[in-house]
């Protein structure tokens, strides 16, 4: 599958974002599906998935990102709010074949398939 993300920029701490990831292939609905981030000069560092109707996220991101996806459209979304200056990073999605567990998802060697990045930069 290839993954394409977008939606990245340039926003004010405290404002909002909407990522998207567009996924090829005719069975998006089964893949897992996540968020990852990187900011310079640390490790890529997971931000939330979804599988099947489940989410999930680290405590970084509880209560103020929301991943959801459409899957007649092929596209996974990550609702970024209350955004702070630490937020600021390149942001990837991935896709994993089937389901994966979830003490797996934080792991980025986990995943299958990687999209390009977008980078959001959150001002102070």
């Known amino acids: 599958v290839q993954l394409q993300a977008s939606g990245g920029g340039l926003v004010q701490a405290g404002g909002s974002l909407r990522l998207s990831c567009a996924a090829s292939?005719?069975?998006?609905?089964?893949?897992?599906m996540g968020w990852f981030r990187q900011a310079p000069g640390k490790e890529r560092e997971f931000v939330a998935a979804i599988r099947g109707g489940s989410r999930y996220y680290p405590d970084s991101a509880k209560g103020r990102f929301t991943i959801s996806r459409d899957n007649a459209k092929n596209t996974l979304y990550l609702q970024m709010d209350s955004l702070k200056p630490e937020d600021t990073a390149v942001y990837y999605c991935?896709?994993?074949?089937?389901?994966?567990?979830?003490?797996?998802?934080?792991?980025?060697?986990?995943?299958?398939?990687w999209g390009q990045g977008t980078l959001v930069t959150v001002s102070s």
């Open positions: 991935a896709a994993y074949s089937g389901g994966l567990i979830r003490s797996s998802m934080p792991i980025p060697h986990s995943w299958h398939y």
């Open positions: 292939g005719r069975t998006f609905s089964s893949y897992t």
